[in-house]
């Protein structure tokens, strides 16, 4: 009879065991999902920062290109008037040569 109640009572510490230990495993398992949640927000959020940084960039580069077109045409016009004005003054002189 007292190798029955062993028995017995080996079986259900051992069963004990295995639910105590599932238990355990299911709790380390939701810790673990949610560290690699808050993981995942951080490399999310840090995306997100730089894709919003690198739009800006892009936006001031391309007005950073416009200015610069802009000063190569002003660039072109005044270079298109000091020929017109050396022509002009060369013309002048012509008149008006020193003795």
């Known amino acids: 009879m007292a190798a029955i109640v062993f ?3 080996g079986m259900v510490v051992g069963i004990g065991g295995l639910v105590i230990s599932f238990v355990v495993l299911l709790g380390n398992k939701k810790k673990s999902d949610k560290k690699d949640g808050e993981q995942e927000g ?3 959020s840090e995306l997100d920062h730089i894709k919003t940084t690198t739009e800006e960039i892009k936006h001031k ?3 950073k290109d416009e200015q610069y077109l802009e000063l190569v045409q002003k660039l072109v016009e005044v270079e298109a008037s ?3 004005a050396h022509k002009r003054i060369d013309s002048l002189e012509k008149y ?3 003795n």
Request: proline letters at 7%.
């Open 61 to 63: 580069l391309e007005k």
């Open 7 to 9: 028995g017995i009572s």
């Open 42 to 44: 951080v490399i999310l």
């Open 82 to 84: 000091v020929k017109s």
């Open 96 to 98: 008006h040569q020193p």
